[in-house]
């Protein structure tokens, strides 16, 4: 494999993702290595202040795209974002990921005094609109630049408390869906504001895991609710979103093609060839490469080896195929690593992909 050379990219990251969706010829697969809050590490920062700071949020961006040289640039609310905004509590530890810590639906009565925020003004939406709009103006000529933000059924979760949420599917089923319709609102109106960039909209939806719904609840409670979502994001002139969820979604593939979603970001639980012979020839797929056991804890030749293998499974995916991590990227993760993710996709994804590079 060692004969294999590392070739200069030809084209910038806009000029790639362009040509790929539009089934133009590339230089080389592209290869997403979301970055996400270890790119604090880079400008010598708390991850906290990628969160309640503009002008960290920007710089770690600029530095991530310099260092790594990354192929996108994204910003968003985060998992409990829309919550935060509707009324639950959020933290923002020194060196972590934020999480929620109190939550605005205790008692069932309590969804009674919420509403739709302000999709400007509510919880840190005016941050992440501003640090958008700096990308935008920064780096957007040269990678794309999106905007994050989670999925209806995780937000009702970090309303209520996950625990709580789920036992309301069996119990309050009328309740759960008032909680959805709220968090989708919530999530609608403060697109509607992001749409107004430059910028793509994806969704991540790890709630809604096959490890904690089964496929019944996931078409009840889940999919109208992300189909409404994704309609929203496409009416607006954006591209069909990526839509990520946690764990093992096998038992859900076709549902979240149906979702409308352009693109499925898939954990590393799941086996892409499975995957590609399932959805492959209706959305493009995305993943997925070990965040843990490769990228955060493997050596170089091990990202190497685990990007061919995902390459040989999924390089001939009807709808296309993009390098990415299965999840999001550990904050310690060693840069050589990065490193290597990024040039195993010059190394092995040249076009025309070619599978004597990586068999």
């Given at each position: 494999?060692?004969?294999?050379l590392?070739?200069?990219?030809?084209m910038?990251?806009?000029e790639?993702?362009?040509?790929?969706?539009?089934?133009?010829?590339?230089?080389r697969?592209?290869c997403n290595?979301?970055?996400g809050?270890h790119a604090?590490?880079?400008?010598?920062?708390k991850v906290?202040?990628l969160?309640?700071?503009?002008?960290?949020?920007?710089?770690?961006?600029?530095?991530?795209?310099k260092?790594?040289?990354s192929?996108g640039a994204g910003?968003?609310?985060?998992?409990?974002?829309?919550?935060?905004?509707?009324?639950?509590?959020?933290e923002y530890?020194?060196?972590g990921?934020?999480?929620?810590?109190?939550?605005?639906?205790?008692?069932?009565?309590d969804?009674?005094?919420?509403s739709i925020?302000?999709?400007i003004?509510?919880?840190?939406?005016?941050?992440?609109?501003?640090?958008?709009?700096?990308?935008?103006?920064?780096l957007?000529?040269?990678?794309?630049?999106?905007v994050?933000?989670?999925?209806?059924?995780?937000?009702?979760?970090?309303?209520?408390?996950a625990?709580?949420?789920?036992?309301?599917?069996?119990?309050?089923?009328?309740?759960?869906?008032?909680?959805?319709?709220?968090?989708?609102d919530?999530?609608?109106a403060?697109?509607?504001e992001?749409?107004?960039?430059?910028?793509?909209?994806?969704i991540?939806e790890p709630?809604a895991?096959?490890?904690?719904?089964?496929?019944?609840?996931?078409k009840?409670?889940?999919?109208?609710?992300?189909?409404?979502?994704?309609?929203n994001?496409k009416?607006?002139?954006?591209?069909?979103p990526?839509?990520?969820?946690?764990?093992n979604?096998?038992?859900?593939?076709?549902d979240?093609?149906d979702t409308?979603?352009g693109?499925?970001?898939l954990d590393?639980?799941?086996?892409?060839?499975?995957?590609k012979?399932?959805?492959?020839?209706r959305?493009?797929?995305?993943?997925?490469i070990?965040p843990t056991e490769?990228?955060?804890?493997?050596k170089?030749?091990?990202?190497?080896?685990?990007?061919?293998?995902?390459?040989?499974?999924?390089?001939?995916?009807?709808?296309?195929?993009?390098l990415?991590?299965?999840?999001?990227?550990?904050?310690?993760?060693?840069?050589?690593?990065?490193?290597?993710?990024?040039?195993?996709?010059r190394?092995?994804?040249q076009f025309?992909?070619?599978?004597?590079?990586?068999?």
């Amino acid at each position: 494999m060692n004969n294999v050379l590392i070739k200069k990219d030809q084209m910038t990251a806009k000029e790639r993702n362009a040509a790929f969706i539009t089934g133009k010829p590339y230089d080389r697969i592209p290869c997403n290595l979301f970055i996400g809050d270890h790119a604090a590490r880079l400008i010598g920062a708390k991850v906290s202040e990628l969160h309640l700071s503009v002008e960290k949020a920007v710089e770690a961006q600029i530095a991530a795209f310099k260092t790594y040289e990354s192929e996108g640039a994204g910003i968003g609310p985060g998992l409990g974002g829309i919550a935060e905004a509707i009324g639950s509590r959020q933290e923002y530890p020194y060196n972590g990921a934020p999480f929620v810590s109190d939550y605005a639906v205790k008692e069932i009565e309590d969804i009674n005094r919420l509403s739709i925020p302000d999709p400007i003004k509510g919880g840190r939406f005016s941050i992440i609109l501003q640090v958008a709009e700096r990308l935008v103006e920064k780096l957007g000529r040269e990678i794309p630049i999106s905007v994050s933000v989670p999925g209806p059924f995780t937000t009702a979760g970090n309303l209520r408390g996950a625990e709580k949420f789920l036992k309301d599917l069996y119990k309050n089923p009328e309740f759960a869906h008032r909680l959805l319709r709220l968090s989708v609102d919530s999530t609608i109106a403060f697109v509607r504001e992001a749409a107004k960039l430059d910028v793509n909209i994806n969704i991540a939806e790890p709630s809604a895991s096959g490890s904690l719904i089964s496929r019944k609840q996931f078409k009840e409670f889940a999919f109208p609710y992300l189909k409404e979502l994704t309609d929203n994001i496409k009416e607006l002139g954006k591209p069909a979103p990526s839509l990520h969820i946690c764990g093992n979604t096998k038992k859900v593939w076709e549902d979240m093609a149906d979702t409308g979603a352009g693109l499925l970001s898939l954990d590393n639980q799941v086996d892409l060839g499975e995957a590609k012979q399932a959805v492959g020839s209706r959305v493009v797929l995305v993943g997925n490469i070990k965040p843990t056991e490769t990228m955060y804890l493997g050596k170089p030749s091990d990202v190497e080896e685990n990007a061919r293998e995902c390459l040989r499974k999924a390089y001939d995916s009807p709808k296309g195929y993009i390098l990415a991590l299965g999840c999001g990227l550990p904050i310690p993760t060693p840069p050589e690593n990065i490193h290597a993710l990024r040039d195993s996709a010059r190394k092995y994804g040249q076009f025309p992909l070619n599978p004597e590079n990586f068999n």
